[in-house]
């Protein structure tokens, strides 16, 4: 058997509620299906169908070494036009995340797994077929200060409705200096 599987930082109920406000606010203008709240997430890495014999070997990556958080502003809406999503993200560099993501995929690597040419481009999906709408007609949202705490392999099992998320393993991130 196998599983569509991806690494993602999930993020806590305060930060869901804001972010389903900028859903509601970008649906109103563009359309599509909002993202159901309890699926909002950050993926770092997309691994596609992996046979369920490498899970442990995932499940065993998260445990093998301390994984480092930090606070993520996001504060813009952006969104990608090949298949309709807008999406929240952050107008600044956010280092601890590009070093999380370039570490991940690493050790990925060592287990055989090759990461996308695709630039990494940090951002929660809050609408999928949305049509497309100019964004900057949207008030500014109010930033939303993530402490991001989980890395989370998860698999997908895509429905008519949206994909459904199983939470395959966790691990609490440690926190960066001056972060907690």
């Known amino acids: 058997m196998a599983s569509r599987l991806f690494f993602a930082l999930w993020p806590d109920e305060d930060v869901v509620r804001?972010?389903?406000?900028w859903a509601r606010q970008a649906h109103?203008?563009?359309g599509g299906c909002m993202m159901?709240?309890?699926?909002?997430?950050?993926?770092?890495?997309?691994?596609g169908s992996v046979d369920d014999d490498r899970v442990p070997g995932l499940q065993a990556l998260l445990r093998s070494r301390r994984w480092i958080g930090g606070p993520l502003t996001l504060?813009?809406?952006?969104?990608?036009?090949?298949?309709r999503i807008v999406w929240a993200g952050s107008s600044e560099f956010v280092p601890w995340l590009d070093r999380m993501?370039?570490?991940?995929?690493?050790?990925?690597?060592?287990l055989g797994f090759?990461?996308?040419a695709e630039?990494?481009?940090?951002?929660l999906s809050l609408l999928r077929r949305a049509d497309p709408q100019d964004l900057s007609v949207l008030p500014t949202p109010r930033p939303v200060v993530w402490a991001a705490r989980r890395l989370v392999l998860v698999a997908s099992t895509p429905r008519e409705s949206g994909s459904w998320y199983r939470e395959i393993a966790a691990c609490d991130l440690s926190a960066a200096d001056g972060f907690g």
């Open 36 to 47: 159901h709240p309890d699926t909002l997430h950050l993926t770092l890495a997309f691994l």
């Open 119 to 123: 630039p990494f481009r940090p951002h």
């Open 114 to 116: 090759e990461a996308s």
């Open 101 to 110: 993501h370039a570490a991940l995929w690493r050790a990925l690597s060592r």
């Open 18 to 21: 804001e972010l389903t406000q």
């Open 75 to 83: 504060d813009c809406y952006g969104r990608f036009r090949g298949p």
């Open 28 to 30: 109103d203008l563009c």
